[in-house]
């Protein structure tokens, strides 16, 4: 076993091709030990082939995927020694609780004392003991994804895999859900794989994120600097909400077409500028008047703990959104208003998506 | 403090798929037992009966004669006709099971299925027991002065056949009615169309496709029949060309299979080009709705629910008359060809003495087949379902040509090339077995294939993932998810293995003769009450088949579970 210095997960340069698609352009990316690292990205963006890969269900057409120090091209899936997590459970619906989770130990050979014991600790640890004997069928969608997640983790596996596994759980359940499976990661300190397109729970649960797209990865950090710092515009887009200004940079500044200007050093290009939602709020007499501008209130929405406004830009018509807090003072739908915002919390893109500012 | 992983086993056979190899081997076994006899056929039909040159003698022939123009002419006609009623029976009935609630629902589907279980050819002559010429029917009414139509000839055979194949159109329509999203009937009512509108706007053109499937189903099984036209047809009267084509390859007076080929050939060509009709007209309409349909069952009102369930059990119960007048007179005494109301058991003495090993026979075919049409169908389905390329494609459409292959096509192409080296096979037990596997393979290959199709491909990654190599996978998951469609396959397959006759008809030999053809040479040859009695036992070991096989399929998964 590794336990020497260097990533426990390591994908190099992986190609996948169907056809003339690209799945995967070229990826790269490395997980220490003990570490979640979620798999964030848009439906088709290659983040399911790339778990399907390090799984050993799809070979890659170029590049290696190593573990642990062993490299795992040509390694059957049956051979990798991983838990995977299904999205839609997996759950073997012939086979009782207990059985499912002491699938995985039967085919190693374990002995069956051991299996009840580490079945029983498995099942204790996702709270489900009380339901060894029953039959899938009687179980909740919770339930099942947790007899997924025992029966993946009971084998010890050198590496979890979990596909979109909350996203047929309704609301409330998915963050109960992943705070369990949170601390029962850390807990255990097994190295994990997470695929999601739900950037909150991304953000909820990751030690660091990479976001992928058009089977490229775009960004990998943690989920504070995916947030606050988005080096390409579509992660900036992708995560949370953000207004898009149009502009263009001349002579160290970038004009805004909805008003507003800004110190900016590149060379003379068309750019946009991306400001958080929340990172917009009502001028004070104090703001300078070039990071304010007017805009006229298309709709208020009431979300309970922020009322978030629907913006037309009064220069350009741009479309904005502003969320404040629910608290604050009230806006009338109809009304022009002033807004501003801290040049510190814009972020500014060239056309190509690169960072600029 | 970590235990050191236990890692799965990764050896050789961790590593081993074994189903394309499996794959090869069953598209080698079509191609020597589908293709070959079949392409043996179409080449010899194009060899002159008396020229032996390469052309189209054999066809000019045909369509020459007047009497191979009328036996083309008969076959569509009872196709035609069989096909309306059989639709006219099975449609009201899929109609009434797929939307309404009403007392009895389940019995009377339970006497629908048993309809299946008796051949045609039973029903044919308990026809004419009843309304043949001295049929006590008949005899009933001439004592009144009416003298009743003749029920030999096309009308009789279109019955017989029509009864035996209603539940075919029912089962399909069925389905196809259960597959049309209610909320598009509901959709139509809300913008105002009457129920007639509905029916006529929505509904009926949504389950087209399935009422065209049954049509072509039904039709090519009163195309492909062999015992109903030789017993109600009384041979040259009435031909028709599955029975031409038997009696001109098995003609006593000279022999030709020339002509037989070209007669196997049209008939093929009939099949065919309404598969592809169908396959067209249906395949331009995609009913087929993402969303989950609406099953519940519409409750009726009293009177309406006792009207449905008397109409329902009318109408099964009348096609059920042949066989319990099957089965009743079988009990009772014969003189001459009169059934006397006096029961006894003489029937099944006189025909145990004559039965020769014909049960024995039929019960070891009929089990070796059935054993070799679960394994064999059941890794084609899933190997077919789960697999995409040429391949498995081409294992699935060869598997698939007999299904609308007429049996006596097929036992002629079987005599014909398989009565010389390299496979000398006529005459011999294996040839009627393989013949049984061939022709039956279809249900069951389509029923694994279906069941397969809706088992989770994620349940065998888990178990991949888990540690399990793929065969093992397929053996402790796959396989006990696939058990009750296997059983329904080989439900199927059962009762119509053990009631095969147009095929063996043409291929067994005196010491390989079974049960079903015992049953026709005595129904044929007038020896009402000895027919009676093996139709009775033909479908009596049906039915006990069939109920041990649902017997099986009831759940029993705390067994399946301590098989891990």
């Given at each position: 076993?590794?336990?020497?210095?260097?990533?426990?997960?390591?994908?190099?340069?992986?190609?996948?091709?169907?056809?003339?698609?690209?799945?995967?352009?070229?990826?790269?990316?490395?997980?220490?030990?003990?570490?979640?690292?979620?798999?964030?990205?848009?439906?088709?963006?290659?983040?399911?082939?790339?778990?399907?890969?390090?799984?050993?269900?799809?070979?890659?057409?170029?590049?290696?995927?190593?573990?642990?120090?062993?490299?795992?091209?040509?390694?059957?899936?049956?051979?990798?020694?991983?838990?995977?997590?299904?999205?839609?459970?997996?759950?073997?619906?012939?086979?009782?609780?207990?059985?499912?989770?002491?699938?995985?130990?039967?085919?190693?050979?374990?002995?069956?004392?051991?299996?009840?014991?580490?079945?029983?600790?498995?099942?204790?640890?996702?709270?489900?003991?009380?339901?060894?004997?029953?039959?899938?069928?009687?179980?909740?969608?919770?339930?099942?994804?947790?007899?997924?997640?025992?029966?993946?983790?009971?084998?010890?596996?050198?590496?979890?895999?979990?596909?979109?596994?909350?996203?047929?759980?309704?609301?409330?359940?998915?963050?109960?859900?992943?705070?369990?499976?949170?601390?029962?990661?850390?807990?255990?300190?097994?190295?994990?794989?997470?695929?999601?397109?739900?950037?909150?729970?991304?953000?909820?649960?990751?030690?660091?994120?990479?976001?992928?797209?058009?089977?490229?990865?775009?960004?990998?950090?943690?989920?504070?600097?995916?947030?606050?710092?988005?080096?390409?515009?579509?992660?900036?887009?992708?995560?949370?909400?953000?207004?898009?200004?149009?502009?263009?940079?001349?002579?160290?500044?970038?004009?805004?077409?909805?008003?507003?200007?800004?110190?900016?050093?590149?060379?003379?290009?068309?750019?946009?500028?991306?400001?958080?939602?929340?990172?917009?709020?009502?001028?004070?007499?104090?703001?300078?008047?070039?990071?304010?501008?007017?805009?006229?209130?298309?709709?208020?929405?009431?979300?309970?703990?922020?009322?978030?406004?629907?913006?037309?830009?009064?220069?350009?018509?741009?479309?904005?959104?502003?969320?404040?807090?629910?608290?604050?003072?009230?806006?009338?739908?109809?009304?022009?208003?002033?807004?501003?915002?801290?040049?510190?919390?814009?972020?500014?893109?060239?056309?190509?998506?690169?960072?600029?500012? | 403090?970590?235990?050191?992983?236990?890692?799965?086993?990764?050896?050789?056979?961790?590593?081993?798929?074994?189903?394309?190899?499996?794959?090869?081997?069953?598209?080698?076994?079509?191609?020597?037992?589908?293709?070959?006899?079949?392409?043996?056929?179409?080449?010899?039909?194009?060899?002159?009966?008396?020229?032996?040159?390469?052309?189209?003698?054999?066809?000019?022939?045909?369509?020459?004669?007047?009497?191979?123009?009328?036996?083309?002419?008969?076959?569509?006609?009872?196709?035609?006709?069989?096909?309306?009623?059989?639709?006219?029976?099975?449609?009201?009935?899929?109609?009434?099971?797929?939307?309404?609630?009403?007392?009895?629902?389940?019995?009377?589907?339970?006497?629908?299925?048993?309809?299946?279980?008796?051949?045609?050819?039973?029903?044919?002559?308990?026809?004419?027991?009843?309304?043949?010429?001295?049929?006590?029917?008949?005899?009933?009414?001439?004592?009144?002065?009416?003298?009743?139509?003749?029920?030999?000839?096309?009308?009789?055979?279109?019955?017989?056949?029509?009864?035996?194949?209603?539940?075919?159109?029912?089962?399909?329509?069925?389905?196809?009615?259960?597959?049309?999203?209610?909320?598009?009937?509901?959709?139509?009512?809300?913008?105002?169309?009457?129920?007639?509108?509905?029916?006529?706007?929505?509904?009926?053109?949504?389950?087209?496709?399935?009422?065209?499937?049954?049509?072509?189903?039904?039709?090519?099984?009163?195309?492909?029949?062999?015992?109903?036209?030789?017993?109600?047809?009384?041979?040259?009267?009435?031909?028709?060309?599955?029975?031409?084509?038997?009696?001109?390859?098995?003609?006593?007076?000279?022999?030709?299979?020339?002509?037989?080929?070209?007669?196997?050939?049209?008939?093929?060509?009939?099949?065919?080009?309404?598969?592809?009709?169908?396959?067209?007209?249906?395949?331009?309409?995609?009913?087929?709705?993402?969303?989950?349909?609406?099953?519940?069952?519409?409750?009726?009102?009293?009177?309406?629910?006792?009207?449905?369930?008397?109409?329902?059990?009318?109408?099964?119960?009348?096609?059920?008359?042949?066989?319990?007048?099957?089965?009743?007179?079988?009990?009772?005494?014969?003189?001459?060809?009169?059934?006397?109301?006096?029961?006894?058991?003489?029937?099944?003495?006189?025909?145990?003495?004559?039965?020769?090993?014909?049960?024995?026979?039929?019960?070891?075919?009929?089990?070796?087949?059935?054993?070799?049409?679960?394994?064999?169908?059941?890794?084609?389905?899933?190997?077919?379902?789960?697999?995409?390329?040429?391949?498995?494609?081409?294992?699935?459409?060869?598997?698939?040509?007999?299904?609308?292959?007429?049996?006596?096509?097929?036992?002629?192409?079987?005599?014909?090339?398989?009565?010389?080296?390299p496979l000398l096979l006529t005459g011999t037990y294996a040839i009627?077995?393989?013949?049984?596997?061939?022709?039956?393979?279809?249900?069951?290959?389509?029923?694994?294939?279906?069941?397969?199709?809706?088992?989770d491909r994620a349940l065998e990654d888990a178990s991949l993932s888990?540690?399990?190599?793929?065969?093992?996978?397929?053996?402790?998951?796959?396989?006990?998810?696939?058990?009750?469609?296997?059983?329904?396959?080989?439900?199927?397959?059962?009762?119509?293995?053990?009631?095969?006759?147009?095929?063996?008809?043409?291929?067994?030999?005196?010491?390989?003769?079974?049960?079903?053809?015992?049953?026709?040479?005595?129904?044929?040859?007038?020896?009402?009450?000895?027919?009676?009695?093996?139709?009775?036992?033909?479908?009596?070991?049906?039915?006990?088949?069939?109920?041990?096989?649902?017997?099986?399929?009831?759940?029993?998964?705390?067994?399946?579970?301590?098989?891990?």
């Amino acid at each position: 076993m590794n336990r020497g210095p260097g990533p426990h997960l390591w994908i190099d340069r992986v190609v996948k091709r169907y056809g003339s698609f690209t799945a995967l352009d070229g990826v790269s990316l490395t997980a220490s030990r003990g570490e979640l690292l979620t798999l964030l990205g848009p439906s088709g963006c290659g983040k399911t082939t790339l778990l399907r890969i390090i799984a050993g269900f799809l070979q890659p057409d170029a590049g290696q995927v190593s573990l642990a120090g062993r490299g795992l091209n040509g390694v059957p899936p049956n051979a990798r020694n991983l838990g995977m997590v299904f999205q839609n459970y997996a759950i073997f619906p012939h086979l009782s609780v207990a059985e499912n989770v002491a699938y995985g130990l039967r085919a190693r050979g374990i002995a069956s004392s051991e299996i009840v014991r580490r079945v029983a600790e498995a099942l204790a640890r996702v709270r489900l003991a009380q339901f060894a004997d029953r039959f899938p069928d009687a179980l909740s969608g919770g339930q099942k994804q947790r007899v997924g997640l025992a029966r993946a983790m009971v084998i010890e596996p050198e590496l979890l895999l979990l596909d979109e596994p909350l996203s047929n759980l309704d609301a409330k359940l998915r963050i109960e859900m992943r705070q369990e499976i949170r601390l029962m990661q850390r807990e255990l300190g097994i190295t994990t794989v997470y695929v999601t397109h739900d950037q909150e729970e991304a953000l909820a649960i990751s030690d660091r994120i990479a976001v992928m797209d058009r089977g490229r990865i775009l960004q990998v950090g943690t989920p504070r600097e995916i947030y606050e710092q988005p080096t390409h515009a579509f992660v900036a887009d992708f995560i949370g909400g953000c207004n898009w200004f149009e502009g263009t940079v001349s002579n160290g500044e970038l004009r805004l077409a909805a008003g507003p200007r800004l110190a900016c050093s590149a060379a003379p290009q068309t750019a946009r500028l991306a400001l958080r939602w929340e990172d917009l709020r009502p001028a004070r007499e104090t703001d300078p008047p070039q990071s304010c501008l007017a805009a006229r209130v298309a709709m208020v929405s009431y979300l309970g703990h922020r009322v978030r406004l629907h913006l037309r830009a009064c220069q350009d018509d741009t479309e904005i959104h502003a969320d404040l807090p629910s608290h604050g003072e009230l806006h009338m739908e109809g009304t022009t208003a002033l807004f501003a915002f801290d040049p510190q919390r814009a972020r500014v893109f060239a056309s190509d998506g690169t960072r600029l500012l | 403090m970590r235990r050191a992983p236990a890692l799965p086993p990764g050896g050789v056979l961790a590593r081993l798929d074994p189903w394309p190899l499996l794959g090869a081997a069953a598209l080698l076994v079509v191609l020597v037992f589908v293709a070959w006899p079949l392409s043996e056929l179409a080449l010899e039909s194009f060899i002159g009966q008396e020229s032996q040159h390469f052309g189209f003698e054999n066809y000019a022939t045909f369509f020459a004669s007047s009497y191979f123009r009328r036996a083309l002419f008969n076959s569509l006609t009872i196709g035609a006709l069989g096909t309306i009623i059989a639709l006219c029976i099975g449609v009201p009935l899929a109609f009434a099971y797929a939307r309404y609630d009403f007392p009895g629902r389940d019995t009377i589907e339970v006497a629908i299925l048993l309809s299946m279980l008796s051949p045609p050819f039973i029903g044919a002559y308990a026809w004419i027991m009843m309304f043949g010429r001295s049929g006590w029917v008949s005899e009933f009414a001439r004592d009144l002065g009416i003298e009743l139509p003749p029920i030999y000839g096309a009308f009789g055979i279109s019955i017989a056949c029509a009864f035996g194949l209603y539940p075919l159109a029912f089962l399909v329509v069925r389905s196809g009615l259960a597959r049309v999203n209610r909320s598009l009937e509901e959709a139509a009512y809300s913008l105002g169309r009457g129920r007639l509108g509905v029916m006529f706007t929505i509904t009926l053109p949504l389950v087209l496709p399935a009422l065209l499937t049954a049509a072509l189903l039904v039709f090519l099984g009163v195309v492909s029949d062999f015992g109903t036209p030789g017993i109600l047809g009384e041979g040259e009267r009435f031909p028709v060309l599955a029975t031409l084509a038997y009696s001109l390859y098995l003609s006593e007076i000279g022999a030709e299979p020339g002509m037989a080929a070209t007669t196997c050939m049209i008939l093929l060509a009939i099949t065919f080009v309404l598969v592809l009709g169908v396959r067209f007209l249906s395949g331009r309409r995609s009913v087929a709705s993402d969303t989950a349909s609406d099953l519940t069952l519409r409750p009726l009102s009293g009177g309406k629910r006792w009207a449905m369930t008397s109409g329902v059990a009318l109408l099964v119960l009348t096609a059920n008359v042949p066989t319990i007048v099957v089965v009743v007179s079988s009990f009772l005494e014969v003189r001459g060809a009169v059934f006397q109301p006096v029961f006894t058991l003489a029937n099944y003495r006189n025909a145990m003495v004559a039965m020769g090993n014909a049960l024995w026979n039929s019960l070891m075919l009929a089990t070796i087949a059935l054993a070799l049409i679960i394994a064999v169908g059941g890794s084609a389905g899933y190997y077919i379902s789960r697999r995409s390329g040429l391949l498995p494609r081409a294992l699935d459409l060869l598997i698939m040509v007999p299904f609308v292959v007429p049996g006596t096509v097929i036992g002629i192409g079987y005599a014909t090339v398989f009565n010389e080296p390299p496979l000398l096979l006529t005459g011999t037990y294996a040839i009627i077995a393989i013949v049984y596997v061939i022709r039956r393979l279809p249900y069951m290959t389509r029923s694994c294939a279906a069941i397969v199709f809706q088992i989770d491909r994620a349940l065998e990654d888990a178990s991949l993932s888990l540690g399990r190599p793929p065969l093992a996978g397929f053996r402790r998951i796959v396989l006990p998810l696939m058990r009750p469609g296997m059983v329904a396959g080989a439900a199927i397959a059962w009762v119509e293995v053990f009631s095969e006759l147009s095929a063996s008809i043409v291929l067994y030999t005196g010491p390989t003769r079974t049960l079903p053809i015992a049953a026709y040479q005595q129904a044929a040859t007038g020896d009402f009450g000895m027919a009676a009695a093996y139709s009775t036992l033909l479908v009596g070991i049906a039915a006990i088949g069939l109920f041990i096989f649902l017997f099986a399929a009831r759940g029993r998964r705390d067994r399946v579970v301590g098989w891990i």
